[in-house]
């Protein structure tokens, strides 16, 4: 990727000698802190942080300001979100970090997804007669897991900051957010009006995003969060445990319990973040790291990318009808396997070498007809070797050093649950519904699993969640990357290094470029609009089905071009920012 730098000194010399402000010799050449939808990414040196909300972005780039490291910062924007983006943004739900140390060139992975309660039954999500009801995993707290982003983030800056700050100093701007609050923007209004319906059916959701009428805050009003602010403080003042155990805990616990739920306080007290080895692979002479199950993310953007390898991509074109063909023939392959090999695996062997193995996606490969779609029936999961010795937002982090985070967390649905346990400010998650609740039945986002990932105790959920780092064949840093968007997160992340890599798309181009997706199930090509008519006439034609839907995903990248850092982020959500300096 470090050739693209050429080309976007080169638009950047156009776009300023057409911009009259830009040669304003009192401006800075180019902006250090924007917001989305500017075409060229923000260009700094020193450190970057891009979210999907600028105050917590801020925050992270003054942690970088004051000396902190990458994960300093992470940690400070992953409590600031907690607040200022909460329909995503979490405490109360969990997620998955890589940390890329530039000492020693090793990235971590770290798994703070939810877990289930010990007695959670297979059967938690069927109704009398055996079948699956929704309502159990999406709208009660029996979908509600012990959430882990609490522990996740303790555990990354215990183990990786710098040692200048303690958790305490990066907790605190959230706390003063949270306490003080602060006015509501667009992005923020937005959310609320979409959401309104499922905080309204709690008080005490009600009383912190809603006016007394019940309609909800917009633009310009202030939102407050006591208690959440309270609840942050005490993990300020006793760590993980201010969290999972004492009054924050029991708080916790008597909100599920009196919805129906079988969450304990031996729940909460025993849960652990871990640290384990990312997935890594490679394309086209890059070297791809990313997140192991219990996400299926890191597995199938590998997959997918082994098999795209044995095609020419670059001569066909991007957003070509061959390209989008091929592209979404590997996405059918990877999601059938999906269903059949993923699940927890502390519970379930995963055969990640298997299903990651060049030798395995040439086989794969040998199966997708140039010119003509496979109907999904006619697929099935393939064959891997067997196993060896598996609402969301985003934020990535690179520092000074080069030390890099890549990170993604969720409540699952918007505003997770829609419950703030009283007391608390806290939002339940819903994520157990990325259970498989039966063999062959979807979830809320129309994925199908098996018994792979069948609920059970202590069971962590299989994830689409998918932070990404990719690094070129001397092993230094090209990009951090990943994005919200369920199980779409997979394929948007493969055709943004496609991008890069087959295109030479810069990182803003790569972000805002249509967006395609097939899932194998249902057998559906979606398409954003943005792609011209004759290439989808071209697909349909092949024989896909081809449907357009409004514009998916939060892609939140920093790509590193020599001393240059390249934040972009993705013009599809309002309040997106990079900052850095």
């Known amino acids: 990727m470090r050739h693209l730098l050429p080309t976007l000194v080169l638009a950047l010399s156009c776009a300023l000698a057409v911009n009259a402000q830009a040669l304003d010799a009192t401006a800075p050449a180019f902006p250090l802190d924007a917001g989305s939808a500017r075409n060229l990414p923000v260009l700094a040196q020193h450190g970057m942080v891009v979210a999907q909300e600028r105050r917590a972005a801020r925050i992270g780039r003054d942690i970088l300001r004051q000396g902190g490291n990458a994960v300093d910062a992470a ?14 943004g979490n405490v109360g739900g969990g997620g998955f970090m890589l940390v890329h140390l530039a000492k020693g060139n090793r990235t971590i992975a770290i798994d703070y997804r939810e877990m289930a309660p010990v007695n959670t039954a297979t059967t938690v999500f069927l109704d009398a007669n055996g079948n699956f009801d929704p309502k159990l995993s999406q709208q009660s707290v029996l979908g509600t897991g012990v959430p882990g982003t609490v522990a996740g983030l303790a555990l990354a800056e215990h183990n990786y900051g710098s040692g ?13 957010l949270a306490h003080d609050g602060f006015k509501v923007d667009d992005g923020l209004a937005l959310s609320l009006h979409y959401g309104a319906a499922r905080l309204r059916r709690y008080p005490s959701s009600a009383a912190i995003f809603l ?3 019940g309609t909800p805050l917009v633009a310009g009003d202030r939102l407050v969060e006591r208690d959440l602010a309270t609840t942050l403080q005490a993990i300020a003042d006793k760590g993980p445990d201010g969290f999972y155990r004492g009054p924050v805990a029991e708080k916790l616990v008597a909100a599920i319990r009196a919805g129906g739920g079988h969450m304990s306080l031996d729940d909460l007290g025993s849960y652990k973040a871990i640290v384990r080895a990312p997935v890594t692979g490679t394309y086209r002479g890059h070297t791809i790291v990313a997140m192991p199950p ?9 997959q997918i990318l082994n098999i795209l390898e044995g095609y020419n991509l670059a001569s066909y074109g991007a957003q070509s009808a061959k390209t989008i063909h091929l592209m979404a023939e590997a996405m059918k392959l990877a999601y059938a396997d999906r269903s059949k090999y993923l699940g927890d695996p502390d519970f379930f062997h995963v055969p990640v070498a298997g ?20 109907p999904a029936l006619d697929i099935a999961p393939g064959h891997p070797a067997p ?9 990535d982090v690179v520092d000074a050093e080069g030390n890099a985070v890549s990170n993604t967390y969720t409540l699952n649905f918007f505003y997770g649950l829609g419950e703030v346990a009283p007391g608390t400010g806290v939002l339940l998650n819903n994520e157990l519904d990325d259970f498989a609740a039966r063999p062959g039945v979807a979830n809320a986002f ?24 990719v690094f070129d064949s001397e092993g230094h840093l090209e990009l951090v990357t990943g994005t919200p968007g369920g199980s779409r ?15 030479h798309m810069n990182i803003q181009e790569a972000v805002e470029a249509p967006r395609f997706h097939d899932q194998w199930l249902p057998d559906i090509l979606f398409c954003e609009r943005g792609f011209s008519p004759d290439t989808l006439n071209l697909l349909s034609a092949m024989g896909h089905h081809v449907k357009i839907v409004p514009a998916f995903g939060s892609a939140e990248s920093i790509a590193v071009e020599g001393s240059e850092l390249q934040g972009a982020t993705d013009p599809r959500q309002r309040g997106t920012w990079a900052a850095g300096y």
């Open 211 to 213: 006016h007394p009428d």
């Open 294 to 302: 219990p996400s299926s993310g890191g597995v199938h953007i590998v």
């Open 75 to 88: 940690v400070a924007v992953g409590f600031a979100l907690a607040v200022t983006l909460p329909q995503a």
């Open 446 to 469: 129309g994925l199908v699993g098996g018994a792979a990932n069948a609920p059970g105790p202590r069971k962590r959920p299989l994830s689409s969640m998918a932070p990404t780092m």
């Open 355 to 374: 299903l990651t193995s060049k030798l395995y996606a040439a086989k794969l490969r040998a199966n997708i007809d140039p010119d003509h779609a496979r």
């Open 164 to 176: 200048h700050f303690t958790l305490a100093q990066l907790v605190a701007p959230a706390i003063k």
């Open 387 to 395: 196993y060896e010795s598996p609402q969301t937002t985003h934020f």
């Open 489 to 503: 997160i997979i394929t948007m992340i493969v055709e943004i290094i496609s991008d890069m890599i087959d295109f």
